[in-house]
């Protein structure tokens, strides 16, 4: 009873964020370039650029797929805003001054990726980016990766409007910010490249990791992911530079 509860509560929760990404879809153009990569029947994580609010409704838009988004705990700072957060953008607390609180939220993700088809949404640079270029990542998606055994699948969203600039007084609220993104790329073409999916149990990861257990080794495991991922980063930003340049007649 209580299993079916939660279903349809669910069910009913999931209706407005439904509508409003189909909605937001209709005034935008996403053009996706290898959406296959992104698997149809099993679980991933799917590591993201930061450059505006709007980043997740574009990816939801974009994939049409069900994501749990890791995102700062300071979205989470009222009632209304983690109501808002996990129920409406399936959003999940990271604190990131004290560690020890997101042993809760690790054991969601764990229970979460023993399921099937689940997605991930985390971006490894930890804050919105908006200086063009990308910042060193931190090492959360790579650890989550390296624990879960889950593959990570580096998504880089190309041509979005910034919106409001760092430190005005518009960015100082998180929910403001991301609306004014939203709404500032209405009619806008915006971009997502979708890389290869990096395995964290690939033979050419863990080959020299195999049978140990030591906190070096394991930091070195990790260390290599997210040196992996950097660099499909930086592949993908390339492509994207590439695929966009004028053409010039000959």
């Excluded at 509860?5 to 053009?31: A, D, H, T, W």
């Excluded at 979205?75 to 129920?87: H, I, P, V, Y």
């Excluded at 997101?102 to 979460?112: D, K, P």
């Amino acid at each position: 009873m209580r299993e079916l509860k939660e279903r349809l509560f669910g069910f009913f929760y999931s209706i407005p964020r439904v509508l409003f990404i189909n909605f937001f879809k209709l005034f935008v153009r996403i053009k996706v370039s290898n959406l296959e990569n992104i698997p149809d029947d099993g679980s991933a994580i799917l590591a993201i650029n930061h450059t505006g609010g709007a980043d997740p409704i574009v990816l939801l838009g974009a994939t049409g797929k069900k994501i749990y988004f890791i995102a700062s705990a300071n979205n989470f700072a009222t009632r209304f805003t983690a109501f808002f957060m996990r129920k409406f953008t399936n959003s999940l607390p990271v604190y990131k001054d004290t560690s020890m609180r997101n042993l809760a939220t690790f054991r969601e993700l764990i229970l979460l990726s023993k399921k099937d088809r689940t997605l991930f949404g985390i971006f490894p640079e930890g804050k919105l980016n908006k200086k063009g270029r990308l910042e060193p990542f931190h090492k959360g998606a790579a650890y989550l990766s390296f624990k879960t055994k889950l593959p990570i699948i580096p998504v880089y969203i190309h041509n979005l409007r910034k919106g409001v600039s760092p430190g005005s007084f518009w960015a100082r609220n998180n929910v403001t910010e991301g609306i004014i993104s939203i709404v500032a790329n209405t009619f806008h073409k915006i971009n997502v490249f979708v890389g290869d999916p990096i395995n964290p149990t690939a033979e050419r990861i863990v080959e020299d990791f195999r049978g140990l257990a030591d906190a070096r080794s394991y930091k070195a495991a990790i260390d290599e992911i997210n040196e992996t991922l950097s660099e499909e980063f930086g592949d993908l930003e390339e492509e994207a530079a590439e695929m966009l340049k004028p053409r010039t007649q000959s």
